[in-house]
């Protein structure tokens, strides 16, 4: 397998998967706009030979396709996929010893090994305003590292074997940074690197950071896989790289990776922190400028010809939905260990992935009686909204299997499942006053918001509509009602300041369709800015809906009462409508459109490209 990304960016070119951009690009803007365009098109990864501003090369869509993450990883995956099986049921080693033996050892020469100082990668060293400062985003706050391995060991207990590999952004340049010496980093507290940062305060001790960009692309991944308890990153990456992870330590003690083509070095000191943002993320909108630790630049490395990766996040599908579709295949059946009784759970993509879940579990309370109810699966939800990063959910749709299998990555039939046998009097369960992703604006503040679970189980109580009912229709002010799907109908309403006018509001539509008749078949009903649109694809109304409402705030329902702190309804009504204070949605500047034409013309580098 690869030793570096060098090895790896001429193995893709040599078969077809990668194609070199010759002309100049410009980082404000143009390599980011080609980036998705290309992606967009499925098309190839892509070699930015002339980065304007930098010496050095840049390289995106490594992961754009599962099929293209999948031939890079061709020699390790299958090894790799057993060792985390192994992992996550060691019984299985005892049942075949033979059959396991192989995993056993890959994991025992995946092992880090640490060399004498120095290394490839300390060849020279550089500035932070020497790497390509791309910038990706009309309204982001600078140029930001988006495929970052931030390493950090715990200060307690230090050593590679207690580390923590992350891919927590960094933001290079802009707002008050003073250049070539801070930087910003953004993470939650509660994620690996928070921990050792909260360790090194109450020791009151800067914490010290790496940041490796580039070498091997296990390295890139190992630093975005949910791995089982007992298999460290660096032990992943040199697993699916095929070959041990090589570092050292520099005078100032900080971890050097010498198959990283750049590295970064610095500290975090107690409670030192700057705004960082606003940043382009991955659920299709802004993330707003807030305080984050500072990062204090030692020294920053780079190998002789080192390349630069990098990647473009917006509304999904982007190339981190590939990044996803790769864990899923490399983890497989890894959550049934980790959540007794679970069968499947699906971050939804279009959705943006945290805000929305879809989960199969299996309901075996009371075998003796004929369960119409959901009783454990109400166990396995509280046990899923809490574990890692599905804890960040605020939708939880779960159901379990009966008279026919399901396939929660089939969305549309998912739904159509719960929405026929849900029970909106006793099935919605709610959680408020809680934690979100920190990238989700829709809750009362950062990292504040609220979860519901929609739980579903028995027979089929309802045949869901398939044409708008007619208590929706000729509503003053709520307005092009939609069909989005078997049971669920988008409806236009009015635009509004305040939560206390929206309460007004849905009160008024609520009495003008009770006027007109009962709903019967209709259990969800979507309010929103443009019910074209949200009806339009799936995808649509998977991502406007669960990227732009809170539940606790903007679930109604028609004759919706509480009974012992109980809510119920008879149709649920989601408001799905832009809040006053959403972030702004992610939209692409048109000159730059234009401009990043002329690499897709005739004779240019990416002719034929799109298609």
Avoid at 346 to 375: M, N
Avoid at 580 to 598: C, F, G, M, Q, Y
């Amino acid at each position: 397998m690869y030793r570096n990304l060098e090895e790896c960016i001429l193995d893709l070119e040599k078969n077809g998967h990668l194609v070199r951009i010759k002309e100049e690009v410009d980082p404000y803007l143009e390599m980011a706009a080609i980036h998705l365009k290309v992606y967009e098109a499925g098309g190839p990864a892509l070699l930015f030979e002339n980065v304007k501003g930098s010496k050095f090369r840049a390289v995106s869509n490594l992961f754009g396709t599962l099929d293209r993450s999948k031939f890079m990883f061709r020699d390790t995956i299958e090894e790799t996929q057993n060792v985390i099986t192994l992992r996550d049921d060691p019984m299985s080693a005892l049942k075949h010893p033979f059959k396991n033996v192989g995993a056993g050892m890959a994991a025992y020469k995946a092992l880090p090994k640490k060399k004498a100082k120095g290394g490839p990668v300390t060849a020279q060293e550089v500035n932070i305003s020497d790497l390509p400062q791309i910038h990706h985003w009309p309204g982001d706050g600078g140029a930001f590292v988006t495929l970052p391995q931030v390493y950090t060991e715990d200060p307690e207990n230090p050593g590679i074997m207690n580390s923590n590999l992350g891919m927590y952004r960094a933001q290079m340049s802009g707002n008050d940074y003073e250049s070539d010496k801070e930087i910003g980093l953004h993470y939650q507290i509660q994620r690996g690197i928070g921990i050792h940062q909260q360790k090194a305060n109450e020791l009151g001790q800067p914490l010290k950071v790496s940041i490796f960009i580039g070498g091997p692309p296990a390295h890139t991944l190992a630093a975005v896989m949910p791995l089982p308890d007992g298999i460290s990153e660096m032990t992943f990456a040199g697993m699916l790289s095929g070959r041990r992870v090589l570092y050292s330590y520099d005078e100032e003690g900080h971890a050097i990776s010498h198959d990283a083509d750049f590295v970064i070095t610095g500290e975090v000191h107690p409670g030192e922190t700057k705004p960082e943002g606003p940043f382009g993320d991955h659920l299709g909108y802004y993330s707003l400028v807030h305080e984050f630790p500072l990062m204090k630049i030692n020294k920053v490395y780079a190998k002789e010809n080192a390349i630069w990766p990098f990647t473009v996040v917006g509304r999904p599908p982007q190339e981190d939905t590939a990044f996803g579709d790769l864990i899923h295949e490399l983890t497989g059946e890894a959550i049934k260990g980790e959540i007794p009784g679970v069968k499947q759970v699906h971050a939804v993509d279009a959705a943006g992935v945290h805000p929305l879940l879809f989960a199969i579990g299996s309901e075996r309370y009371t075998p003796y009686e004929d369960v119409q109810e959901p009783l454990e699966l109400l166990t396995i939800a509280n046990r899923v909204l809490g574990t890692g990063q599905l804890s960040l959910a605020k939708y939880l749709f779960i159901t379990a299997e009966k008279e026919r299998e399901l396939d929660s990555r089939d969305e549309i039939d998912f739904l159509t499942y719960i929405l026929e046998r849900i029970d909106l009097r006793r099935d919605i369960h709610f959680q408020t006053k809680t934690t979100i992703d920190t990238l989700d604006y829709t809750g009362t503040g950062l990292n504040k918001g609220s979860k519901v679970i929609f739980a579903a189980y028995g027979d089929k109580k309802r045949d869901l509509c398939k044409e708008v009912p007619e208590p929706l229709q000729g509503l003053r002010d709520f307005t092009n009602p939609r069909m989005v799907m078997p049971g669920v109908v988008a409806v236009q309403g009015p635009a509004f300041a305040s939560y206390e006018e929206a309460q007004k509001q849905l009160a008024d539509f609520e009495a003008a369709v009770k006027e007109k008749g009962e709903l019967e078949n209709c259990p969800m009903i979507i309010l929103c800015d443009d019910s074209t649109f949200m009806s339009e694809t799936l995808s649509n109304f998977l991502w406007a809906t669960f990227t732009r409402s809170n539940p606790s705030h903007d679930i109604y329902g028609i004759n919706s009462y509480y009974e012992f702190k109980h809510w119920s309804c008879d149709n649920v009504i989601i408001d799905a409508r832009t809040k006053p204070h959403h972030a702004p949605t992610l939209t692409p500047d048109s000159d730059v459109e234009k401009n990043i034409e002329r690499f897709f013309k005739k004779g240019a580098s990416l002719e034929g490209i799109l298609d």
